[in-house]
């Protein structure tokens, strides 16, 4: 259990967490699979994205994340036997601005921000997050993404530059992510409390670990109701 009283800082995952990339991913690629007559059921796009994107991301030193997303359709496309044009292939990258955000998420963080400093730390390209960060409707106080860093999460560096940023000490930050490999891993190793939002039949776009939270939640509101009681 985590001692809310001392937290002076909640960072956040966006994608996974705040924002559905889940139908954001699976819409995108089952669009472009389409007129090629392949299809594949929501689990089996996850699957495939959950394995690539960590290879797109890793090999050949740091790339923006739009170039990743590239390189994860292409790689999609070569397992599947299906040739994407540049355009296909670029869809994925192009749809992220208008993934759905989750209900429950824009309530919850006008809650939590009556009372906290609130963080993004994202794997994503600072232009891409500007259309995520509209429809989230809330402003943050300080927005890490890989593209300032130069690095993906689980990479430390990230959270390194989220807690320059903050100037925070480890035990008054709480670093809220629905990816056990790419945030609840870190934050463990960075030494700070983390909450894991477990939603419902979700976690099929990240690879599975061992990491183990402080704290689990089914959604965002039921921890902004335990953070900031009514």
Same mark, same amino acid.
């Given at each position: 259990?985590? =001692? &809310? ?15 559905? %990339? ?5 819409? $995108? ?9 392949? /299809? ?9 994205? $959950? ?18 997303? /590239? ?12 040739? &994407?044009?540049? =355009? ?9 601005? =208008? %993934?759905?955000? &989750?209900? =429950? ?9 009556? +009372? ?14 500007? *259309? ?7 402003? &943050? #106080? ?29 035990? +008054? %930050? ?8 790419? #945030? ?6 960075? *030494? ?6 477990? +939603? ?6 990240? /690879?599975?670990?061992? $990491? ?19």
């Amino acid at each position: 259990m985590v =001692d &809310f009283s001392g937290i002076e800082w909640v960072s956040f995952d966006c994608y996974g967490t705040l924002v559905d %990339w889940e139908t954001g991913i699976s819409s $995108a690629v089952s669009q472009a699979l389409e007129p090629y007559g392949v /299809r594949q059921t929501t689990a089996e796009i996850l699957a495939l994205f $959950a394995e690539l994107e960590p290879q797109a991301q890793s090999s050949g030193g740091y790339k923006d994340y739009r170039v990743a997303l /590239r390189e994860v359709m292409a790689m999609i496309g070569g397992r599947l036997g299906v040739p &994407f044009t540049e =355009d296909e292939a670029n869809s994925l990258p192009k749809s992220l601005p =208008d %993934w759905p955000v &989750f209900s =429950d998420v824009q309530a919850a963080l006008e809650i939590l921000k009556q +009372r906290y400093k609130l963080a993004i730390i994202s794997n994503v390209d600072d232009d891409l997050f500007a *259309g995520s960060a509209q429809a989230l409707g809330v402003e &943050f #106080d300080a927005v890490i993404t890989s593209q300032q860093v130069q690095a993906y999460k689980p990479n430390l560096i990230n959270f390194e530059a989220a807690a320059a940023a903050m100037a925070v000490d480890k035990e +008054r %930050w709480l670093h809220v992510g629905e990816s056990l490999y790419h #945030d609840i891993g870190p934050a463990n190793q960075f *030494g700070i409390a983390s909450v894991w939002v477990s +939603r419902a039949d979700r976690g099929g776009g990240t /690879r599975p670990t061992d $990491a183990v939270p402080d704290l689990v939640v089914p959604d965002l509101a039921a921890l902004a109701k335990m953070m900031v009681p009514s």
